[in-house]
């Protein structure tokens, strides 16, 4: 199944888009295909996503070492909407940023321009970070302890 969450595989989802064989046909596929990056570390991928204007600000770099110290759970998209060149997803995702269990909540906003989309910008919703025991139940639900499951070292 691919890392977005739908039942097709990757090659049949996100795949497409990252290795730039097709650009995604709807905001929400971009998103879903941005989240799938994020997990197989294509930063470059991410980033020229972005809307022109906001890849300044997002470097390459910067998303590298971010994808590279997390582990990626899933991703729920709740709501998605397109109307004409503009979309927005609201989405939750879940991962392990060293021995924290996050949750990213947040409602993108996504502009269709030259007939392809991206990622504008998004308001999220503070979700408290988790903390976890290596003796805890790991929290992405596979009922092992931490330390068998996502931990590392
Ligand atoms: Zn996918
Ligand atoms: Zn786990």
Redesign the pocket.
């Known amino acids: 199944m691919c890392y977005c969450g739908t039942d097709l595989t990757f090659e049949h989802c996100c795949q497409p888009y990252i290795v730039g064989q097709r650009t995604p046909a709807h905001a929400e596929q971009l998103m879903r295909s941005r989240f799938s990056a994020y997990v197989i570390r294509n930063a470059d991928y991410i980033h020229h996503t972005y809307a022109v204007e906001k890849r300044p600000e997002n470097v390459i770099a910067d998303i590298n070492d971010f994808a590279k110290s997390c582990r990626f759970i899933k991703l729920k998209v709740l709501n998605s909407e397109e109307n004409g060149d503009l979309a927005t997803v609201e989405f939750s995702a879940q991962y392990f940023y060293q021995n924290l269990f996050c949750q990213l909540n947040e409602l993108s906003r996504f502009e269709k321009r030259d007939d392809q989309w991206f990622y504008v910008d998004g308001d999220i919703t503070p979700t408290p970070d988790l903390k976890v025991g290596r003796n805890d139940l790991?929290p992405?639900g596979?009922d092992?302890k931490?330390k068998k499951?996502?931990a590392t070292g």
């Open positions: 790991c992405c596979s092992k931490y499951c996502h």
